[in-house]
C-alpha cells in the first residue's frame, strides 16, 4: 500500500525558514516523479514543486521561486522542501503527491497523496 | 504559465441528475488533463488523467472527454457522495497548475 506521510509543518514568523518532509513507503520511490501541491485555507489547489525520479531536475511555481527547494533522497524514500523566506500568502495545508505510472514512465498526474501538513506563517 | 479557467464555479443539482463540468486552459495541454475530487478535510482523489481515461476504482458514471483548450468532465448521474468540489490540472509542460474548481453542491 503506498503511503506518504508529511512531516514539519507549524507555526513560523513571517521571513522565517521551515523545512517539509514526505517519507513516502509502498512503492519505488526512485522510480516516481514527485511534487508538492498546497492549499490555501478555504482556497483552491495550488501546485507548488515537482521532481523528477532522478532529480536532475526541479520546478517551481513562480510565487515561490528563489525561495523554496525541492529535494529527494532516494536512499531513504524521502521527499523534502526548504522553505525560506516565508510570507503570510505561503499558509496552507502542504500535501506530498506522487506521480502516475505513464507508459514505462511516471508523469505528473497525482494519484497518491499525504494527509498534508498545516504550514502557518503569522507574527 | 497555462492557466486553467473552471466553469460554473457552482453547480446545484439534484442526486440522480446529470453534471457537467467545464475546464478551458489558456493554451493547448494536448490531452494531458487530468480530474479531481475533493472533499471537506480530505486530499483530492484523482478521478479522470489524460483527459478520458479514469483512474483505479473510479466508477463508470464519471467520464471526461476534450483535447487542445477545452475539456469537460461529465457525471451521468449524480450520487449522494458525488457532491463535492472538483479540480482540472494539466501536465503538458512545467510549471504545472489546476484550475480553480467547480462545487457540485446539492439543490
Known amino acids: 500500500e503506498v503511503q506518504l506521510l508529511e512531516s514539519g509543518g507549524g507555526l513560523v514568523q513571517p521571513g522565517g525558514s521551515l523545512r517539509l518532509s514526505c517519507a513516502a513507503s509502498g512503492f519505488t520511490f526512485s522510480s516516481y516523479t514527485m511534487s508538492w501541491v498546497r492549499q490555501a485555507p478555504g482556497k483552491g489547489l495550488e501546485w507548488v514543486s515537482g521532481i523528477p525520479a532522478s532529480a536532475e531536475s526541479t520546478h517551481y511555481t513562480d510565487s515561490v521561486k528563489g525561495r523554496f527547494t525541492i529535494s529527494r533522497d532516494n536512499s531513504k524514500n524521502t521527499l523534502n522542501l526548504q522553505m525560506s523566506s516565508l510570507r503570510a500568502e505561503d499558509t496552507a495545508i502542504y500535501y506530498c503527491?506522487?506521480?502516475?505510472?505513464?507508459?514505462?514512465?511516471?508523469?505528473?498526474?497525482?494519484?497518491?497523496w499525504g494527509q498534508g501538513t498545516l504550514v502557518t506563517v503569522s507574527s | 504559465e497555462i492557466v486553467l479557467t473552471q466553469s460554473p464555479a457552482t453547480l446545484s443539482l439534484s442526486p440522480g441528475e446529470g453534471a457537467t463540468l467545464s475546464c478551458r486552459a489558456s493554451q493547448s495541454v494536448s490531452n494531458s488533463l487530468a480530474w479531481y475530487q475533493q472533499k471537506p478535510g480530505q486530499a483530492p482523489r484523482l478521478l479522470i488523467y489524460?483527459?478520458?481515461s479514469r483512474a483505479t476504482g473510479i466508477p463508470a458514471r464519471f467520464s471526461g472527454r476534450g483535447s487542445g483548450t477545452d475539456f469537460t468532465l461529465t457525471i451521468s448521474s449524480l450520487e449522494p457522495e458525488d457532491f463535492a468540489l472538483y479540480y482540472c490540472?494539466?501536465?503538458?509542460?512545467?510549471?504545472?497548475?489546476f484550475g480553480g474548481g467547480t462545487k457540485v453542491e446539492i439543490k
Open positions: 489524460d483527459a478520458s
Open positions: 490540472q494539466h501536465r503538458n509542460n512545467w510549471p504545472l497548475t
Open positions: 503527491a506522487k506521480g502516475r505510472s505513464c507508459g514505462g514512465t511516471t508523469c505528473s498526474y497525482f494519484e497518491h
